[in-house]
């Protein structure tokens, strides 16, 4: 019975067809609600007070916006004290325009939200049961030892749920929390997860290696494929951050930039995103 495959074929195409109807379900969802939220909001008398009102509190953010730029060219240092009043009374302002407004505007977020979270989930889904439904079957019929190299994958991603919900409670944010500080711990717990799993995956291979199913070599095999296929993933997402996350020097020039031209901001953007992809692929091609 380790060698029939077909109900993992069938599992791989019933998590395809439920994914694609989750995406579309959702994006059917969001639609609808962005449509009723418009229909009923421009029906309100207070629609255009509450837009007016939002027009000028933009409005006031982008003069102190230029203020703090000004006073930093002529070298003055900030009034960071009356920004932040100023800041909070803006925030105040904002607030009461909100609790004015009418239930039906807050539709179009949630559907936005359902439509994000479910097509993401569906995706998730979707990619871990083809992976693990290709890598079993694969497993099952190209190997000697058929009942560890199609196990094999259902230990390392189990133990890989299972940790990620262990950590999970430690990913948190106050108002003190950056967003650096949030990656860092973010990928703090990604490290801990990686480690976690290959000691699962050392445990299963060695109890393998331990009965004589399989050699020495093939177990240290079993461990650095792993290993390489957890650690490939996240440098291609530092590299990611790297060319978009606004704490490197490469974000910063193409801002500090911006007032060269539209030309210049467009060829730059272009070059350093094209410069983005040869880092992950080398990544790749070396793993």
Request: proline fraction near 2%; charge should be negative; aromatic fraction near 10%.
């Amino acid at each position: 019975w380790l060698l029939d495959t077909d109900t993992l074929s069938g599992f791989g195409s019933g998590a395809s067809i439920v994914s694609f109807y989750l995406r579309v379900g959702g994006g059917i969802f969001a639609k609808g609600a962005e449509i009723g939220s418009n229909l009923v909001s421009e029906m309100d008398e207070h629609k255009m007070a509450e837009e007016q009102r939002v027009f000028e509190l933009q409005q006031r953010i982008a003069e102190m916006e230029n203020v703090k730029r000004e006073r930093q060219k002529k070298g003055l240092a900030d009034t960071e004290e009356d920004m932040m009043d100023q800041l909070r009374m803006m925030e105040e302002e904002m607030q009461d325009i909100a609790s004015m407004m009418h239930p039906i505007d807050y539709l179009d977020a949630v559907g936005e939200n359902i439509c994000d979270v479910s097509g993401t989930c569906a995706d998730l889904f979707e990619s871990m049961v083809l992976i693990l439904s290709t890598s079993a079957i694969i497993g099952a019929k190209a190997s000697p030892i058929p009942h560890f190299t199609s196990g094999l994958p259902f230990w390392i991603v189990g133990a890989g749920n299972l940790f990620c919900s262990i950590v999970a409670w430690r990913v948190h944010c106050t108002d003190k929390y950056g967003s650096s500080k949030i990656r860092l711990s973010l990928r703090m717990n990604l490290v801990i997860v990686i480690i976690l799993v290959q000691m699962v995956q050392i445990g299963a291979s060695y109890l393998e290696w331990f009965r004589g199913s399989i050699e020495f070599e093939q177990l240290w095999h079993f461990t650095l494929i792993s290993l390489m296929g957890q650690v490939a993933p996240e440098i291609c997402v530092y590299f990611a951050e790297l060319f978009t996350c606004v704490d490197f020097p490469l974000v910063r020039s193409l801002a500090k930039n911006s007032g060269l031209g539209v030309v210049q901001v467009v060829l730059q953007g272009l070059g350093q995103g094209f410069a983005s992809t040869l880092f992950p692929a080398v990544t790749m091609v070396a793993v």
